[in-house]
């Protein structure tokens, strides 16, 4: 049966979706996150996108357009993802970060498993960002979709295993988690329709096999913390954050959404900072 799509400000996930995502790491959330026109307006934006990126760059490299785009906050301030997260964040939100992945049809990248929280070690305190991770394409086990490994986002090294170099020709990333600090037969696949998405903890074992097939496998990651997160000074040269709803409580610097920072993606650049 088809379903409708939830208009906005309303409570979007029930009290047993929030305990599962609690509990397991991850939340399968197989009703539309936007209206139809919306959802068609962001595919068609990151059509756009995909057809002026440089063929020197890889599709799957996409890693924080928002800093150069400002159209894009037009779907991630949205109520409709906001009201998705904010039963599990609570009702002050930030906005960490966003990343569209796509694996080209036939020779996509295969993601590593990995630990978000991992790649960004000490930037957080603490270490709260929930990902939604919003299907542009259809993605399923025929063309690369993302699998997790259930409740290891409370596992013995808490979101910071230890990792091994891989092949980065053939991986997206050029380290993956140790193989003995992982399970990979639990691993669940998590299969998508477009305007569908997935939530996962920061600190949840996820990757993804290659694209080998001939279907395309996009899909933007919006992620959110806590407005009581505190981005540590580091972080700060290289990375925005942006106050999405409610109170700014650790009094993070937050950056202006209807502004473009070029610079920050060129110092990312060179400081070789782009890629999750």
């Known amino acids: 049966m088809d379903t409708a799509f939830v208009p906005a400000r309303q409570q ?3 009290d047993d979706q929030v305990n599962i995502y609690r509990s397991e ?18 595919r068609e934006h990151f059509e756009h996108k995909l057809a002026v990126l440089p063929s020197e760059i890889r599709p799957e490299a996409m890693d924080v357009p928002h800093f150069t785009d400002p159209a894009l906050f037009r779907w991630l301030l949205s109520d409709a993802v906001l009201d998705l997260v904010e039963p ?13 992945i796509c694996k080209p049809k036939g020779n996509g990248k295969r993601v590593p498993w990995h630990e978000d929280s991992a790649y960004w070690k000490t930037t957080l305190e603490p270490m709260e960002v929930a990902t939604v991770w919003l299907a542009i394409d259809a993605s399923t086990t025929v063309n690369g979709c993302m699998q997790v490994i259930p409740r290891t986002h409370r596992g013995p090294k808490n979101g910071f295993s230890d990792y091994d170099p891989v092949d980065p020709a053939r991986n997206v990333f050029s380290t993956e988690i140790t193989k003995s600090q992982r399970d990979d037969s639990k691993a669940v696949a998590c299969e998508l329709q477009p305007n569908q998405a997935s939530l ?25 913390m806590p407005a009581s997160v505190r981005l540590n000074d580091a972080a700060r040269p290289c990375h925005n954050v942006y106050l999405a709803r409610g109170r700014n409580l650790a009094g993070n610097p937050c950056a202006d959404p209807t502004r473009s920072y070029p610079e920050l993606a060129r110092y990312r650049e060179t400081h070789g900072r782009n890629g999750h």
């Open 12 to 14: 979007r996930l029930t």
């Open 25 to 42: 790491g991850y939340l399968m959330y197989r009703e539309p996150v936007f209206a139809p026109e919306e959802f068609a307006a962001l």
């Open 88 to 100: 599990i964040l609570g009702p002050d939100i930030v906005l960490f970060s966003s990343h569209f």
């Open 200 to 224: 996962h903890d920061a600190r949840l074992i996820h990757g993804s096999p290659p694209n080998t097939s001939n279907l395309r496998r996009c899909g933007y990651t919006m992620r959110y």
